[in-house]
């Protein structure tokens, strides 16, 4: 099994369904720097899904690029025990949840998927919380929107 999902959410295993749990734990770790954007995966590692922070190598506040030699160490590590990565995730601040013109162009590499098979997952913070959570895949040579289920608010 590669590092990625390779045939994609829709392959053998059939959809990806993301447990609210994970969800939530995606929004707290967005909610924690409001400085500037935070990001990760969701990697499948012996069955279940996690979410990884990711230090953020960008220079801007309101971009987001995954530090290489932390994505780079998580993926042989994910190869070794036959995990994979099934999304990348990222804040935007004070912003809507959408999957930005920035956010398509670092998603893909000499026009093909930079993580073949990996969603995107864009959450929307306003006023220091996590108001909305996005999902895309790539399919069809394009970006398209698929359900999420609407963060719950804490109690």
Sequence with gaps: MSASRGGGPGDARGPLEY?????ARIARL??????????GLVIRDGGSLR????????????AFLLDAREQLRLEKRLRERGGEVVAVWHSHLDAPATLSRRDREGAMVDGREALP???QLVVGLRAGRAVELRRWRFRDGRFEEVAL????PDP
């Design 30 to 39: 967005c909610e924690e720097d409001l400085e500037r954007e935070r990001c």
């Design 149 to 152: 289920p609407a963060l719950r």
């Design 117 to 119: 098979g990996a969603e």
């Design 19 to 23: 447990p609210a749990e994970l969800l």
């Design 51 to 62: 979410a990884v922070l990711i230090a953020n190598a960008a220079a801007a506040r309101d």
